[in-house]
């Protein structure tokens, strides 16, 4: 089954870009990346996803080496309001190839 | 547009009790979504509709979980009965066709149970 390896945390302080990686050796072929972000009492929320190279929205951007191996979430400029956990996803390559949520990131951005 | 509605936002309800969530994805969404997340994990899937049909239930606790989704629109998620360890919050969400990982899937804010 594919799976997922992001840090379990990572701080940071206003104004700088975080990059929070994510591993996922077993990715299948057809497979997309997607990142969601969560906060404290809520669903979690789509940020981005990706299929290869680089997606870029107006909330992040997406790096995804040729080998699909792994990824990385790339926040520019962080403000209070990011602190959140950031899961990366690919499907788990079983039957209906759901999405799997790992623990996640939680990213701790302060003053 | 409106997002994927539950209720209720919180319930506590002692063990061996039962207990009912429901939730109402967006609009024209024909793939529903309930997980349940456990404090300090990512959520889990439980069950996956497409329409009112099951597309995957395999992590569905059967022996006291039960779902449903008449008419393809609203659905039911019901814990009969409850164990301590259901304790979490119950995540409903939506997407717009067919739930492939390429899909956006939108959330609602979840209902959090606690069994005592």
């Known amino acids: 089954l594919a799976k997922t390896t992001q840090p379990i945390s990572m701080d940071s302080y206003e104004g700088q870009e975080v990059n929070i990686t994510c591993s996922h050796n077993?990715?299948?072929?057809?497979?997309?990346i997607t990142w969601y972000q969560q906060f404290p009492s809520q669903g979690p929320r789509f940020i981005i996803q990706?299929?290869?190279t680089k997606v870029t929205n107006e909330v992040a951007s997406l790096f995804i080496p040729a080998d699909r191996k792994s990824s990385t979430l790339s926040l520019p400029r962080v403000s209070l309001s990011d602190t959140a956990v950031y899961y990366c996803?690919?499907?788990?390559?079983?039957?209906?190839?759901?999405?799997?949520f790992g623990t996640g990131t939680l990213l701790a951005v302060q003053p | 547009e409106a997002g994927v509605a539950q209720s209720p936002r919180y319930k506590i309800i002692e063990k061996r009790q039962s207990v009912a969530f429901w939730c109402n994805p967006i609009?024209?969404?024909?793939?529903l979504y309930w997980y349940q997340q456990i404090l300090g994990q990512g959520p889990k899937l439980l069950i996956q509709?497409?329409?009112?049909?099951?597309?995957?239930d395999s992590q569905l606790p059967k022996d006291r979980f039960s779902a449903e989704r008449l008419k393809g629109v609203d659905s039911t998620l019901k814990i009969q009965p409850a164990k301590l360890e259901d304790s979490a919050v119950y995540l409903c969400?939506?997407?717009?066709?067919?739930?492939?990982?390429?899909?956006?899937?939108?959330f609602g804010p979840g209902t959090r149970l606690l069994v005592l």
């Open positions: 969400a939506s997407s717009i066709t067919s739930g492939g990982t390429q899909e956006t899937q939108y």
């Open positions: 077993n990715i299948a072929t057809n497979d997309y």
């Open positions: 990706g299929y290869k």
């Open positions: 996803l690919v499907g788990d390559g079983g039957a209906t190839n759901k999405l799997i």
């Open positions: 609009s024209g969404h024909a793939t």
């Open positions: 509709f497409q329409n009112n049909g099951v597309v995957d």
